[in-house]
């Protein structure tokens, strides 16, 4: 069983940066692909990166690329996303998933998630 928690959620300014965490536990981290989605007021789940275990390779969505950074420490069970440039559009609460195979960013790849973390971007 995979537990994650999120964290680093806040209210910043259009064209300002967070990280947010994701702590692992219940299971080590190796092996799993963990992404990040997030999820709009009235919207779907978006996913918008992911990185494998093995060798860290990541995917982003194209409303994310080059301004998100996803990252993860598996001697802390920890992954991490860099969000930088942030856009009133990028508002929403942020959640992080696990799942014991390849990255992807469809929802029904994850089985494990974790219980979300209110990022607000406004001036």
């Known amino acids: 069983q995979l537990y994650l928690v999120a964290s680093g959620g806040g209210l910043v300014q259009p064209g300002g940066s967070l990280r947010l965490s994701c702590v692992v536990s219940?299971?080590?981290?190796?092996?799993?692909?963990i992404a990040w989605f997030r999820q709009a007021p009235g919207e779907e789940h978006e996913g918008i990166s992911c990185?494998?275990?093995?060798?860290?390779?990541?995917q982003y969505a194209d409303s994310v690329k080059g301004r998100f950074t996803i990252s993860r420490d598996n001697a802390k069970n920890t992954v991490y996303l860099q969000m930088n440039n942030l856009r009133t559009e990028d508002t929403g609460v942020y959640y992080c998933?696990?799942?014991?195979?390849?990255?992807?960013?469809?929802?029904?790849?994850?089985?494990?998630w974790g219980q979300g973390t209110q990022v607000t971007v406004s001036s």
């Open positions: 990185i494998q275990s093995e060798d860290h390779r990541t």
């Open positions: 219940g299971n080590t981290i190796d092996g799993h692909a």
């Open positions: 998933a696990g799942t014991r195979g390849w990255c992807g960013l469809r929802y029904s790849q994850f089985g494990a």
